[in-house]
Structures are given as structure tokens and as C-alpha cells.
């Protein structure tokens, strides 16, 4: 089984750039795809951004498109999130998750295991 542990999260001015991070235990880290979701205050869990085994492939929630990259270092099983332009509505606790399925999945029902979450808070 495999457990995630998210870092980055923090206090934030509108504009700013953080980067979060997500660590994995398991050492066949490469054998996932990951993703990246968010969730608001009073608001579902939606999908943010995600990225393939290898890191080739990578998809992302219009919404945060040309702001946010997604990456992974395999050598040292973490998957990054790097957020630029940050604006109010970014702020949510964000969550990594990791997937054995083939593709990219955006569907939180698509993804295996989960971290317990950071929180990003962007201030006007």
C-alpha cells in the first residue's frame, strides 16, 4: 500500500507562487500515475492536475492551466505541484493520489490511495 504525504502548503499573497510536494513510500513509485485535487471549504474535491508514470504525459483542470505545473522525480518518489499567479479561489487543501491504472485519470474514483492534505490559503 502506498502512503502519500503532502508538504508546501502555506499562507499566500494573491500572485505568488508555491510549490507542494507529495512523497511516496513505495519504492515502485514509477508503477503510478499521480494526480493532484483541491478541495474548498464547503466545496467537492475536484480535479487539478495529473501526470503520467513516466512524466511524459500530463493533464490539467482548465481552470488552473498555464498557472500550475505538474511534475515527478521517480529517483526520489515525490510528485511536485508548482503554482504560479496564485488567485483566491486556489485556496483548498490540496491532495496527491496515486493511481495503477493506465491513463490519466481526472475522476477522484480513478485514484487508488491518497494523502491526508496541505493547505494553501491565498489572500487578497
Known amino acids: 500500500q502506498v502512503q502519500l504525504a503532502e508538504s508546501g502548503g502555506e499562507l499566500v499573497q494573491v500572485g505568488g507562487s508555491l510549490r507542494l510536494s507529495c512523497a511516496a513510500s513505495?519504492?515502485?513509485?514509477?508503477?503510478?500515475?499521480m494526480g493532484w485535487f483541491r478541495q474548498a471549504p464547503g466545496k467537492e474535491r475536484e480535479f487539478v492536475a495529473a501526470i503520467s508514470r513516466s512524466g511524459v504525459s500530463t493533464y490539467y483542470a482548465d481552470s488552473v492551466k498555464g498557472r500550475f505545473t505538474i511534475s515527478r522525480d521517480n529517483a526520489k518518489n515525490t510528485v511536485y505541484l508548482q503554482m504560479n499567479s496564485l488567485k483566491p479561489e486556489d485556496t483548498a487543501d490540496y491532495y496527491c493520489a496515486a493511481s495503477i491504472r493506465v491513463g490519466l485519470g481526472v475522476g477522484r474514483t480513478q485514484y487508488d490511495y491518497w494523502g491526508q492534505g496541505t493547505q494553501v490559503s491565498v489572500s487578497s
Open positions: 513505495e519504492r515502485t513509485f514509477s508503477s503510478y500515475a
